[in-house]
């Protein structure tokens, strides 16, 4: 790629993203009559973001392809094809890992969770119609983006391979992590620690199938939670200053565990491929 096309890449997907979420949230705010002032995600809120990073994921696989000049699957997985059953398999190692992290937050960090009691009301449900519906193609848009588009196209700045990698792993973690307008620094280090975690997962597995899998189960099982939780209303999101803390390393022990899972099945399955 020629050095200049990276900085698209880099520039285009989140601007479109911001600009799509402010344009979608005015037009929740104008339905619901909610102001995004209160720190509460209300339905339409919710799906205004995840309408707005799906939009967004979609624009960067054909941009990627388009200025590489490759077929868009390759952004998916390569040298070999994407794998379906890959993808399932760890789906069910993330949603494990993710229960078992939200029950350590529950024991031992409940104070640091939006968890106000168990309630379903209209709005509950309509949290959890716009969660299923969408939530998995946000998160699987995010890693379109991040881990598909944006790391290769950092990475093509620079020639020794390894290097490479790193250098894309770690520019697209931080923008990631600024994608989230979390100004408490615990968890803004704990987004760029996602981002690392599955960038290394996609490497690894020359793919995005676990990083899209650990991406969906998280997001769309505490987001279930989250709304089950909220005593009927809409839940809480809080990326200001304090909301994160030492707890945050409960949910980093279990990403470790998924991480040391798509490690290990992979160097498997490399060893029965060359021995095979």
């Known amino acids: 790629m020629s050095r200049w096309k990276p900085i698209i890449v880099i520039a285009i997907p989140p601007i479109a993203m911001i600009a799509l979420q402010i344009a979608l949230f005015q037009v929740a705010g104008l339905i619901d009559g909610s102001s995004g002032q209160s720190g509460k995600v209300t339905p339409l ?20 392809a388009r200025l590489a000049n490759v077929p868009w699957r ?12 890959r993808l399932a398999v760890y789906l069910l190692w993330a949603l494990l890992f993710t229960v078992l992290g939200n029950a350590g937050l529950a024991t031992f960090a409940l104070d640091h969770t939006p968890w106000v009691g168990f309630g379903i009301t209209g709005t509950t449900i309509a949290l959890l119609v716009v969660i299923l519906l969408t939530t998995p193609f946000t998160a699987a848009a995010e890693e379109l983006m991040f881990r598909g588009a944006m790391m290769p196209a950092v990475a093509s700045w620079v020639r020794p391979e390894r ?18 307008f979390a100004s408490d620094p615990w968890l803004f280090g704990y987004h760029v620690f996602l981002g690392l975690a599955t960038a290394v997962m996609a490497i690894r597995s020359q793919g995005l199938e676990a990083p899209i899998a650990f991406h969906v189960a998280n997001n769309a099982f505490t987001a279930v939670l989250n709304a089950f939780l909220a005593d009927g209303g809409a839940f809480s999101v ?4 304090g909301s994160g803390g030492p707890h945050l390393f409960i949910p980093v022990v279990f990403v470790l565990a998924t991480l040391v899972v798509v490690w290990v099945r992979e160097g498997r399955a490399r060893t029965a491929s060359v021995n095979g």
């Open 74 to 85: 390759v952004v998916l997985s390569y040298p070999r094809k994407f794998d379906r059953r």
């Open 45 to 64: 809120q919710l799906l205004a973001v995840n309408l707005s990073m799906s939009l967004t994921g979609l624009l960067a696989v054909p941009l990627i």
């Open 238 to 241: 809080e990326r200001g200053s």
């Open 163 to 180: 290097l490479a990698l790193g250098s894309g792993a770690v520019v697209s973690s931080f923008v990631f992590a600024a994608s989230h």
